[in-house]
């Protein structure tokens, strides 16, 4: 089959490669018919996220048909339309019984190399490095999906793979990252980035009764889908000192609740802390970029919540946690328990309240995902999101 491999920073191919084969018996194989390139990705793209080989298939927003299942698979059959999340879980562990699917204790089978990075080994993802399971990802003709008699959503007939296909990933990141926001009714919200995922938080910050949302970006089109989409009042941070533009809008309180949309690769406007994470990343003197959540917990109101969504990697430098600490910030994060959203949030599809294909720009074949990749990652050619078809 046709897959998209990973073979170092900014070097990614589609080529020829083995087709799955069903190893255990809670295994299906979908035949993919879309596939979406996500924010995370680029963090193997560009080199961030270690524990990564040549040949790794990338990608972990896929849907398709399934054609194939093992013999313990009872939920799901061939034929069978799903869209898989990007979390592995085993559905019967400690922590997938509390619902913590991206928390799950048995599908990392690299859990002793996780664990010695922190501490514990979160779950196995698709197509996210050896750290994290080394599975092969979505962006490919076929894939095997391990224990899928729990992540994958069946999709009933009438909805289109584009309104569906992001409840692999970010339509559920955008609503955790809400929910984990804490948001109470009236409060002001304000979200940094304004790609795909701050697209959903945005919409989901709505659903949980925000007041005002203000979402900060530099990126025009971002910025005015999050203001036209999303109805939220918007600071380009190239133009603005964010924290002043925050204090301005709030009578100098700040915002209640303050969401990381951005994560590990955040640009600064030039800001001294901003350029020093860009050369020390350059030097592997550094494994992320932390700019945005500095300036999150500085612009928090007292008392407020910050939810990361955004995606860091190792350890980070220079982040004021004495003003977390005396502030009294609460702060809430992880990667997305996807599939505990999954019929709440295709119920809000069916019910016709929110159309998650808004945010497509790109619609290309698997054959350009490099040069998908470089657009996406680049924001050019006003791309916001792109799916890719096999
Ligand atoms: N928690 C999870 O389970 C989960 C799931 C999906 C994605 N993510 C993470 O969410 C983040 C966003 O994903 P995405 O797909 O929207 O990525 P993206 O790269 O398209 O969007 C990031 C946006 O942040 C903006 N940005 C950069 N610096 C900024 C700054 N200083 N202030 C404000 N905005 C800034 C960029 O211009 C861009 O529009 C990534 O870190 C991704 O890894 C997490
Ligand atoms: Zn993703
Ligand atoms: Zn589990």
Known sequence: MKALCWHGTEDVRVETVPDPQIQDSRDVIVRITATAICGSDLHL???????????????????????????????????DRVVVPFTISCGSCYFCQRQLFSLCDTSNPNADVARKAMGQSPAGLLGYSHMLGGFPGGQAE??????????????????????????????????MAAENAGIESGDTVAVWGCGPVGQFTIQSAWMFGAGR?????????????????????????????????????????????????????????????????????????????????????????KGGTVSIPGVYIGFLDKIPFGAAMNKGLTLKMGQTNVPRYHHLLLEKIQAGQIDPSFVITHRLPLEEAPDAYRTFRDKKDGCIKVVLTP
């Open 45 to 79: 793209y560009d080199g961030f996220m270690p524990t990564m080989e040549k040949g790794d298939i990338l990608g972990h927003e896929p849907m398709g048909e399934v054609v194939e299942v093992g013999r313990g698979i009872t939920t799901l059959k061939v034929g």
């Open 213 to 301: 949302v203000i979402a900060i970006d530099r990126v025009p089109e971002r910025l005015a889908m999050a203001a036209t989409h999303g109805r939220a009042e918007i600071i380009n941070f190239d133009e603005h000192d964010v924290y002043d533009r925050l204090m301005e809008l709030t009578g100098g309180r700040g915002p209640d609740r303050c969401i990381d949309a951005v994560g590990t690769e955040a640009h600064g406007h030039g800001s001294f802390d901003a350029v020093l994470d860009k050369v020390k990343a350059a030097v592997y003197l550094g494994t992320d970029r932390p700019h945005v959540i500095r300036e999150v917990i500085m612009c928090c109101r």
């Open 142 to 175: 076929y894939l095997r999906v391990p224990f899928a008699d729990v992540g994958p959503v069946k999709i009933p007939a009438g909805l289109r793979d584009e309104q569906v296909l992001f409840l692999s990933d970010i339509f559920p990141t955008g609503y």
